[in-house]
């Protein structure tokens, strides 16, 4: 009967991660076609044992588990498993847990180990005989059209992480995957031949992220407005297949789009928001744990990096601690996992049922000898190709808002506070782009783009009100940040070649091209085609792992330690393209910056991983001859390279200064001074402005990819080479064309006009490379710690007097405040005299009374110039 292979199938996942369930009610149930379980418990021990996160689960709970199996029209009808609220709540994982744990590793291991009990019959079991009536073959298919069609629903999905005073929550409302024909419609579908394919649709349903901060006592005592509000957004798969036998894709495209993402962030929020940005990133690098030395790879490609030694480091140096990277073994275990130690890569995969042919004995017994931890000397008789991984995350319209809040108490003493905020600033971007591409060790690929990016100002700052609602000023002017284009003049670009574009070969029945190596990479996505498909912002970060030897790359799992060093070449390049960008710095947006820099800066978190003292340690052994040719033949570094494109800088007259409130905050004190006098917001127009324009900007820094272990074998040779000295510094180059600076004034449009320069355009290169590891250096007088050259062919400064006195009183404009002066008196004789005609006329319906300055230039300079009368 079909329900002796079906039941198992979806008892063992049921009862591998749910508490106190009785096996023969569940089977009983599954039999009768629908199940309905309340009020489950997580196995939360498993779920730690399997994620191998640096995360612990405080809770977890289903309140309502639902299975239907149709069991007549199994060959047309998907299997629907519903969840109805689940709630799991998190927190990091810290040293005592850490302790625990290997104090109870044994009990760890049993937890292992009966899971492997459960899953082992379950695999021998689908492999039984099977009715008389039914061909395994034909089981066998059916089993995989069952698999491959199963609907997941999930209602009110509530995941919590504590930390500190922090508590970030996100409330999925509903989700649903389910598999779609080759129009992303909702289908049964099968892997048939020849397209091999399989399609499924993940669509996520109002979104709710809150971040809110708890008191001592672990309350929250008002709640913070969303992070982000009910966002839906849809994610499409797609698995492309080598043969219909195949266990795993040979392709996996996983991409997600989202039409609108609305962001907003409280002064509150900012430090608990990048609290949880910091933790991303020390994930990322692995700085904090989640797994020991010498466990299974995590799938970022800085723990790849970091899996080499270098010449002259040996056993004895790495278990000392002198070098922070992990052993090579990373590579050998990540191309064969074991079951007790795999990857989230390879648990998210184990979620995918194995469908095992009573045929295929050489798998069964592979299997056998990894349950008893007898795997073979040669893993890649038995390790697939790695898959190549497309994952990419597309958004139409993005915004971050930052509010500024003010708590109020309502009349009665008893009323809880309410909290309100006030929206001051607004980032928004069209057309974002993040796409993932990699295959296994060898090959990482991430690039990231923008189409279009502004940033504006919105309503009044620190009681002065410069943009609220009744101030008539226009869009315009709160914009005082500028780059690329619009999604109406660059259409669709930031989708192509997604599964979202109908133009993409996944849409048209075609199997999809990916480069995978390192030339052919780098003449497609230049700096060109960068700006071409995005313009305003455009990343390409490739991380290669390439065999010397010419060998397969998948072979590198084999290579024995003595070969792993000289046979492999990695290489790490970060491209960075900032298009055309035009930048307005007056008092509303300064003071918007500098107030999202004080209330970033109003925490007291410890970072999660604090710099090391440099410890210098004696060599052990000293490299050999031919270790030290395999240096001077290829010694991997991280290359980063910068260009920016037609920046334009202005610096306009300060409309108002409080900078004696903010910076202080700033620049390390503990409370700001009082704010005294709010001055009131006299808009001056036309706004005298400095300007500085550039044509191009190119930078480039490259440091040593193992710095640790390289400076420590080439400080310990007699007489280095230059070449192995050049690559033991940091080296930066930076290379500016076409730079000037001059006067500008804005015009009733709201353009600018012409620059009157002060200084001419000019051209200039700097040259530095700094040392590694210094200490290691401090006996060698003759190597140079530090080198800088720079290259200045012509430079001009040019000013009238005039001029210089309206750049005084524009500098003067911004630093009063900081030094209990009076800014300048600026007199329209002035201007007339700078700009050589008459001054722009302001544009009606703006504020009337100009900005009395309190000091006048004839006090500063002792000479009678005609006083302020009217500027407009």
């Known amino acids: 009967m079909l329900e002796s292979y079906v039941t198992p199938l979806l008892m063992s996942y049921v009862n591998k991660y749910i508490k106190n369930l009785k096996p023969s009610d569940l089977q009983l149930s599954l039999w009768g076609g629908d199940v309905v379980l309340s009020k489950l418990d997580l196995k939360l021990d498993v779920l730690e044992q399997e994620l191998k996160l640096p995360f612990t689960f405080m809770s977890g709970h289903i309140h309502e588990l639902r299975i239907h199996v149709p069991w007549t029209k199994l060959g047309s009808e998907p299997v629907v498993i519903t969840i ?17 744990e290997s104090g109870s590793s044994s009990t760890s291991r049993s937890v292992s180990d009966s899971s492997k009990a459960v899953a082992k019959p379950r695999r021998l079991q689908q492999a039984a005989p099977s009715d008389p009536d039914l061909p395994p073959g034909y089981v066998q298919s059916l089993i995989r059209r069952v698999v491959n069609n199963v609907n997941i629903v999930v209602n009110n999905l509530i995941l919590k992480y504590v930390e500190d005073d922090i508590v970030l929550s996100v409330n999925i409302t509903s989700a649903e995957c389910y598999t779609v024909e080759d129009i992303w419609e909702r289908a049964f579908m099968d892997i048939t031949a020849p397209e091999l394919v399989l399609r499924k649709v993940i669509n996520f349903a109002d979104c709710t992220v809150c971040l809110d901060k708890r008191n001592a006592s672990g309350k929250i005592e008002f709640y913070q407005d969303p992070l982000l509000y009910k966002c839906s957004f849809r994610t499409r798969l797609h698995f492309t297949y080598d043969n219909i036998n195949s266990k795993i894709p040979s392709v996996i495209k996983i991409q997600t789009m989202v039409e609108s993402l609305k962001l907003s962030i409280t002064d509150q929020q900012l430090p608990m928001f990048i609290r949880i940005l910091e933790l991303i990133i020390a994930l990322y690098y ?65 979620f995918v049922p194995a469908i095992v042919d009573p045929e295929e004995e050489f798998e069964e017994g592979l299997y056998q000898q990894r349950e008893t ?5 040669n893993p890649q008789q038995h390790t697939p190709k790695d898959p190549i991984v497309s994952i990419g995350f597309y958004c139409t319209k993005a915004s971050v808002t930052f509010k500024l809040t003010e708590t109020q108490s309502e009349s009665s003493y008893y009323s809880p506070q309410k909290v309100k905020s006030r929206e001051v600033l607004s980032l928004e971007q069209e057309g974002i782009t993040i796409e993932v591409l990699m295959m296994g060790e060898p090959f990482f690929d991430c690039q990231i783009g923008f189409v279009g990016c502004r940033a504006l100002c919105l309503k009044g700052i620190m009681g002065v009100r410069d943009f609220e609602e009744n101030m008539n000023r226009r869009e315009e002017d709160a914009v005082f940040f500028s780059c690329g284009d619009s999604l109406k003049s660059k259409g669709m670009t930031y989708l192509t070649n997604s599964l ?10 075609v199997r999809a091209e990916f480069i995978l190596d390192t030339a052919n990479h ?41 070969e792993v060093v000289p046979a492999i070449q990695e290489t790490s390049i970060k491209r960075l393209v900032v298009g055309p960008l035009d ?5 509303s947006a300064v003071h918007r910056i500098l107030k999202m820099v004080t209330c970033a800066m109003d925490h007291e978190y410890e970072p999660y991983c604090k710099p090391q003292r440099e410890m210098v340690e004696e060599s052990h052994g000293a490299a050999t001859p031919e270790e030290i040719s395999s240096l001077e033949e290829f010694i991997p570094t991280r290359l980063t390279c910068l260009t920016l494109l037609s920046v334009s800088v202005t610096v306009s007259m300060a409309e108002f200064n409080l900078l004696h409130t903010l910076m202080p905050v700033i620049m390390g004190c503990k409370t700001a001074p009082g704010p005294g006098n709010m001055p009131v917001f006299q808009p001056v127009r036309p706004l005298p402005s400095v300007q500085f324009q550039v044509e191009r900007v190119n930078v480039e820094h490259t440091v040593p990819m193992y710095a640790p272990e390289l400076v420590s074998t080439v400080s310990s040779l007699s007489q280095p080479s230059d070449n192995l000295l050049h690559h033991c510094n940091a080296h930066l180059y930076l290379k500016v064309f076409g730079f000037q600076a001059g006067l500008t004034c804005q015009d009733s449009t709201g353009g600018f006009l012409p620059l009157i320069p002060i200084i001419p355009s000019f051209s200039t290169a700097l040259y530095g490379k700094l040392i590694q590891m210094p200490a290691y250096w401090s006996k060698r ?46 007199s329209e004789s002035l201007l007339r005299e700078v700009y050589k005609g008459p001054v722009p006329a302001h544009r009606k319906n703006a504020a009337c009374d100009g900005w009395i300055l309190l000091s006048s230039l004839n006090r500063l300079f002792g000479t009678e110039l005609p006083k302020l009368h009217s500027i407009f």
């Open 500 to 509: 979202f574009d109908y133009r993409s070969p996944e849409n048209n029945g």
């Open 84 to 100: 109805n609220t689940m709630e799991c709540i998190l927190k990091l994982r810290d040293g005592a847990q850490d302790d625990h």
């Open 522 to 562: 780098k003449e497609t996505y230049t700096e060109i085609a960068g700006m071409q498909r995005f313009g305003a912002f455009y990343m390409d970060y490739l991380y290669t792992m390439e065999n010397s030897s010419g060998k397969d790359s998948q072979e590198f799992s084999v290579v024995s330690m003595e």
């Open 373 to 377: 931890g007898d795997i073979p000397n």
């Open 583 to 587: 930048v307005r710095l007056h008092s």
């Open 286 to 350: 692995g700085e904090i744990g989640g797994h020991k030395e010498g466990e299974g790879e995590d799938g970022s490609v800085h723990v790849r990096e970091a899996g080499a030694i270098l010449p002259g480091m040996d056993e004895d140096m790495e278990s000392q601690g002198t070098s922070q990277y992990s052993s090579p073994d990373l590579y050998m275990e990540s191309g064969c996992p074991e079951e007790g130690d795999q990857s989230w890569v390879t648990w998210a995969w184990s």
């Open 781 to 826: 007088s003759s190597v140079p710690t530090t080198e800088c050259i720079f290259e200045l062919p012509h430079f001009t400064v040019q000013a009238t007097r005039a001029q210089t006195l309206l750049l005084q009183a524009i500098c003067q404009s911004w630093t009063h405040s900081m030094v209990n002066g009076a800014p300048l008196t600026l």
